[in-house]
């Protein structure tokens, strides 16, 4: 680190802070939303939302409507692809007044969208190319970055959070270093600040975060600089956008897969989809003004269907990230190290009261179900323990997973240099409006881009501007950071014990912050069902997970496999996988009497769930911890 790399961060400090006086805050990408006062449009959808009985429409209902969409008769936009941009776009789409279908080949948030890091990025890194780059369009990113942050806390507070980070500085040149350049970060967020950064010295930084090494390889720990981010429950938080969606107008329906697009004989321009019903082999079409490609890393084969010589424009890389018991990190800090032996950035946060670990970036190569490779896992665990002063064990790894980010080049760029962390909106062939790329920060001004994009298509006439800025998502509605004390006081866990009987149980703190968190305000009506239907046990030992959330989820979700429980309604298949393993056969059983399967069936979801776990690389002697769950 040198005085001059210093020297530039104070001169940068002094531009941004008097470009900070006028409007720069604002990227134009926000800056151009309708979503600033929203009006009665946006209270008639937060008081639908709102309604503590809402409920979403049944599959069959989906189906029907995506059916009932005829040449004569279309949808205004349809989206395949139901991650987090995708249902991002379809809701978008219907609180614009506009007739909007959304298919997703297997579950809400079964891609990338459910294997992120859980942060919400205000974007550090970005500021760091514009100061040192004197970049102006990456400080915009930044602004854009943070805007994006901080509404989405807003928008979902159960699932959204401030998290502290702390990074280590074993010299004082890095003290100063990331101290000016937080407190510069601290300066462009502005009004949309989570927490002022701040300084703790060595003796301090080792009473926040007691496994943090006080000696690096041969110097001293000076001190750690601290600021904050946001972090979720991502596919709960993908969850909660599709079922928004569905209450707000649109179709959405998981589980059904683009088999051909329909294209127009006389105008060749895309008019639909060829759809299949994957839990019933079923094949529908469905017809649409607009399709939406928002397929993830298999957009490029979505664009195939229209092309099979279409320059592909995803560079697949994978992130692995590990979890970890909970005594690795303390409850509420995190910990990143921005530059390991080779350059990357790895870190440590607590996460559902364990610790998730991560990540990697390496080249891969795109399959429905990634899985990490052994060195990767390697590789954190070396790059943590270089920080820690435990012993890092192989055997305390209690999952690991891999995810694609699909990282887009403009298939219209003559160069491959312009592979962008940011997201691509485009329309190559008439109709078939793609969107990839980008993160999940971004997820809601993505979707709002490719609204606009697929109106200007198809000419579509929508009711309003878009409005998704102040939308608050299901579950957010009169929701407190207290509201699980409401839980555990009014309502008990009624279980049946191995004899049959029925027999009450507390809705103790963990049952009852668990519930609160992940499904908001409609946790009451999970927690009447483990009180009313005798399905208050927990599913895994040392988990907080409840009997009833699988009968909430199957009626009031649509959660119709085995898999989409474990790893998206709840999240122990990535928490824990050996206690995912042993949950099973209690959520194939709750989940057949609610969805009438036969025996066949029963044994297929155990047989397919086993399958999923196995790409998910515990150590298979994993200690069994009982950790606590905030």
């Excluded at 683009?258 to 469905?286: H, P, Q």
């Excluded at 699980?484 to 912050?513: E, I, N, S, W």
Aim: hydrophobic content about 40%.
């Amino acid at each position: 680190m040198s005085v001059s790399s210093i020297r530039r961060l104070a001169v940068s400090a002094a531009v941004i802070a008097a470009a900070s006086g006028g409007a720069v805050y604002l990227s134009p990408s926000v800056a151009s939303s309708d979503g600033g006062g929203g009006g009665p449009i946006l209270d008639s959808l937060n008081r639908t939302l709102g309604d503590p009985s809402a409920s979403v429409p049944s599959r069959s209902a989906q189906e029907s409507a995506l059916v009932k969409a005829t040449s004569s008769n279309p949808l205004d936009v349809l989206v395949i692809g139901g991650g987090a941009t995708g249902s991002g776009v379809a809701l978008d789409a219907a609180t614009r007044g506009l007739r909007v279908g959304l298919v997703e080949r297997e579950d809400f948030s079964s891609g990338t969208s459910s294997r992120s890091t859980k942060l919400i990025h205000g974007g550090v890194r970005y500021l760091e190319k514009a100061v040192f780059n004197l970049d102006y369009g990456q400080l915009k990113l930044v602004f854009h970055a943070l805007e994006e942050r901080k509404q989405l806390i807003e928008n979902a507070p159960h699932l959204c959070h401030a998290l502290p980070c702390m990074t280590p500085c074993f010299d004082w040149f890095e003290v100063v270093y990331y101290w000016m350049g937080l407190k510069m970060y601290d300066l462009v967020a502005g009004p949309r600040l989570l927490h002022l950064s701040r300084y703790y010295s060595a003796q301090e930084s080792a009473e926040l975060f007691p496994t943090l090494a006080r000696k690096g390889k041969d110097k001293s720990l000076r001190g750690t600089v601290v600021y904050y981010d946001g972090q979720m429950n991502d596919s709960r938080l993908n969850v909660g956008l599709a079922c928004t969606a569905a209450l707000a107008g649109a179709a959405v329906l998981n589980h059904a897969e683009v088999v051909s697009l329909i294209t127009d004989d006389v105008t060749k321009r895309i008019v639909g989809a060829r759809v299949r019903n994957n839990l019933t082999g079923k094949e529908f079409e469905s017809y649409a003004r607009v399709v939406v490609n928002a397929a993830g890393p298999f957009c490029d084969s979505i664009r195939k269907m229209v092309d099979e010589d279409t320059k592909p424009m995803i560079c697949p890389s994978s992130g692995v990230h590990i979890v970890l018991p909970d005594y690795y990190s303390p409850e509420g800090m995190g910990l990143i190290v921005p530059k390991t032996k080779d350059g990357r950035v790895v870190f440590m946060l607590p996460w559902l009261g364990r610790t998730v670990a991560g990540t990697t970036d390496s080249n891969t190569s795109i399959t429905p179900l990634p899985e990490p490779h052994e060195d990767e896992i390697q590789f954190i665990l070396d790059a943590i323990s270089d920080y820690l002063n435990i012993k890092v064990r192989r055997t305390d790894v209690l999952s690991a997973w891999s995810g694609i980010r699909p990282l887009a080049m403009d298939p219209t760029a003559k160069s491959t240099e312009s592979i962008s962390r940011d997201h691509v909106v485009f329309e190559e062939h008439p109709g078939l409006v793609t969107i990839t790329g980008g993160k999940w920060t971004t997820y809601r001004s993505m979707a709002e881009d490719a609204v606009n994009a697929a109106i200007k298509s198809g000419k579509l006439s929508p009711t309003n501007g878009c409005v998704t800025q102040k939308l608050q998502l299901l579950g957010s509605h009169g929701w407190e950071p207290s509201s699980f004390t409401a839980l555990a006081q009014q309502y008990v866990r009624m279980k049946k014990t191995y004899g049959g009987k029925v027999v009450p149980g507390a809705m103790d703190t963990a049952a009852a912050k668990h519930l609160s968190h992940a499904y908001g305000s409609m946790a009451e009506r999970v927690a009447t069902i483990a009180q009313e239907e005798g399905l208050g046990k927990r599913l895994a030992h040392g988990h907080p997970f409840l009997e009833a959330e699988v009968a909430y989820c199957a009626r009031h979700e649509y959660c119709e496999s085995a898999v989409d429980f474990i790893a998206r309604r709840c999240r122990i298949a990535f928490l824990d996988t050996d206690a995912a393993a042993r949950a099973l056969q209690r959520v194939v059983e709750i989940m057949a009497t609610e969805h009438k399967w036969d025996k066949s069936r029963e044994k297929q979801e155990m047989q397919k769930a086993k399958e999923f776990l196995q790409t998910f690389k515990s150590s298979k002697n994993a200690q069994f911890h009982d950790g606590k769950h905030h």
